[in-house]
């Protein structure tokens, strides 16, 4: 049985950072791409980051991009999302996802939730101006 879980989110000031974790509970966790989405207040869960298998390729929406950086660490099974110079606009519910990267390999593919095999239940962020 899979899990992920997400942790690291809380109430934070505009301008602040935060580190986000997903410790992943599953074998072959270092065959697995892994995923950032987030959901805004009454809004649709969006892309936010992605990472390869083997960690050497890392993809970003254009609203992240500069500000955060995903990165994974196979010994801890964890994934993590390091966000800086937030905004309000980043205030959402962060979720991490796992896909299979035999059949997603580019960013028409891992950029889209329906993609992705495996979630967490979500970790709050609130950013405060």
């Known amino acids: 049985q899979v899990q992920l879980v997400e942790s690291g989110g809380e109430t934070v000031q505009a301008g602040g950072s935060l580190r986000l974790s997903c410790v992943a509970s599953m074998q072959l966790f270092s065959t697995y791409a892994f995923g950032w989405f987030r959901q805004p207040p009454g809004k649709e869960r969006e892309f936010v980051a992605h990472?390869?298998?083997?960690?050497?390729?890392?993809y970003y929406s254009d609203s992240v991009k500069g500000r955060f950086t995903i990165s994974r660490d196979n010994a801890k099974n964890t994934v993590y999302l390091q966000m800086f110079y937030l905004k309000s606009g980043d205030t959402a519910v962060y979720y991490c996802?796992?896909?299979?990267?035999?059949?997603?390999?580019?960013?028409?593919?891992?950029?889209?939730?329906?993609?992705?095999?495996?979630w967490g239940q979500g970790t709050p962020v609130t950013v405060s101006s």
């Open positions: 996802a796992a896909v299979n990267p035999t059949w997603c390999r580019d960013s028409d593919c891992y950029t889209q939730k329906s993609k992705y095999d495996y």
């Open positions: 990472i390869t298998w083997q960690g050497d390729n890392t």
